[in-house]
């Protein structure tokens, strides 16, 4: 619904465009008036077509046969939406496994079937549908049901929780000629993220122009005040872990780093950040720079070539950035799954 929402609201946009610059003898929001009759009407048309349907499946017709392939927990969580559901028009009549009895004890037995029965469950009920439902394990042993499948014109639904709850659910895209699943992490828009770069570049640029002045003067001030480069560059970790160059003002002596080793048992922070309140590396004009923030208007060149947002967490060092990850490795060890019977 919502697709044909946005296809009409384009096309009613290109037909308004049309009529605004070739001046037809008609009223301006007439083209306007009739996008929106021809969407309230399409869109009646549907929602009634669906109510009727829904109506004729709650009673017990208009159905398709289902299978369920797995007795475990998937399964049941597949047995239950159906039954929860009976407006979806769906009614189970098999489950197919390798077990004996269910591995979900919430599952009816009656129903239990072999897989490799599947061919003779043919001769007595039509099938619809497949719906597999098991763990990443048991799909090795159902090839010869997909093959079956291809070879008789069903149609399969393979759950696309692969991964469990580590993932949303995945876009359908294609590697080459090749279809495939995108798994990500967090699913963006591409409009919302064009215009944040957008906004990125516009922003920065504009302020990178104000406070020129302000950097020019801020160099001169550290030139003149103890020797050593006026940019201070730290290689910060983006996005993914992708290395960079983070640019400021530098606040302190040009041989900090090797200071800090002598300083080390004074740090007042715990972990791998190093914090003193009352740092001598620290120059007269650094002092003042950061207090005022002005020895990080440098990364606004960053923000306008893209190694940063204006919006967004600050990115680590790469110490912090491996400490992170070896945290997280250690937490949560990569191991293959068993193929155990929570199917």
């Given at each position: ?8 609201a ?12 070739l ?8 083209p306007?008036?009739c ?5 309230g009407?399409i ?7 669906l109510?009727g349907l829904r109506i ?19 399964a049941?969580d ?13 009614r189970?009549v098999?489950?197919?496994?390798e ?8 599952l ?5 079937r ?6 003779d469950?043919l ?6 549908e497949?719906?597999?439902a098991?763990?990443r ?6 090839t010869s049901?997909?093959?079956?499948c ?12 692969l ?6 659910a995945?876009r359908?895209?294609r590697?080459?000629s ?5 798994f ?6 591409a409009?919302k ?7 990125d570049i ?8 104000l ?6 003067i801020?160099a001169i ?5 103890t ?5 201070f560059r730290?290689?910060?970790?983006g996005?993914?872990g ?7 003002l530098?606040?302190m002596?040009s041989?900090a780093e090797?200071?800090?080793a ?8 715990e ?5 003193l309140?009352?740092?001598p ?6 002092r ?15 923000v306008f ?9 600050r990115?680590p060092?790469?110490r912090?950035?491996r400490?992170?990850?070896r945290?997280?490795a250690g937490?949560c ?5 068993s ?5």
């Amino acid at each position: 619904m919502l697709c044909f929402i946005r296809a009409g609201a384009i096309s009613i946009g290109a037909v308004a465009f049309s009529a605004y610059m070739l001046r037809p003898p008609l009223p301006p929001y007439f083209p306007l008036l009739c996008g929106a009759t021809q969407i309230g009407v399409i869109a009646l048309q549907r929602l009634a077509l669906l109510s009727g349907l829904r109506i004729l499946r709650r009673r017990g017709r208009n159905y398709r046969n289902v299978v369920v392939v797995g007795s475990g927990a998937l399964a049941h969580d597949a047995f239950g939406s159906i039954r929860r559901h009976p407006e979806w028009g769906l009614r189970v009549v098999a489950i197919l496994d390798e077990v004996d009895v269910p591995v979900d004890e919430r599952l009816p037995g009656d129903k239990l079937r072999k897989i490799v029965d599947f061919p003779d469950l043919l001769k007595d009920e039509h099938v619809d549908e497949v719906i597999v439902a098991c763990p990443r394990g048991m799909l090795n042993g159902i090839t010869s049901l997909v093959g079956f499948c291809a070879a008789t014109g069903i149609p399969i639904v393979l759950f696309s929780d692969l991964f469990g709850d580590a993932f949303p659910a995945p876009r359908v895209t294609r590697f080459d000629s090749k279809a495939a699943l995108s798994f990500e992490v967090v699913h963006h828009n591409a409009f919302k993220l064009a215009l944040k770069r957008g906004l990125d570049i516009s922003v920065s640029g504009a302020l990178l122009v104000l406070f020129a002045p302000v950097i020019g003067i801020a160099a001169i001030a550290i030139r003149r005040s103890t020797p050593g480069p006026v940019i201070f560059r730290q290689q910060r970790c983006g996005l993914r872990g992708r290395r960079f160059e983070m640019l400021k003002l530098r606040t302190m002596v040009s041989n900090a780093e090797a200071l800090r080793a002598e300083l080390e048992a004074l740090n007042e922070v715990e972990g791998p950040i190093f914090k003193l309140k009352h740092d001598p590396r620290i120059t007269d004009v650094g002092r003042f720079l950061r207090r005022w923030s002005i020895d990080e208007l440098p990364q606004l060149w960053n923000v306008f070539w893209g190694d940063m947002s204006l919006v967004g967490p600050r990115p680590p060092i790469r110490r912090r950035f491996r400490n992170t990850v070896r945290r997280i490795a250690g937490a949560c060890p990569c191991a293959p799954a068993s193929p155990a019977r929570g199917r």
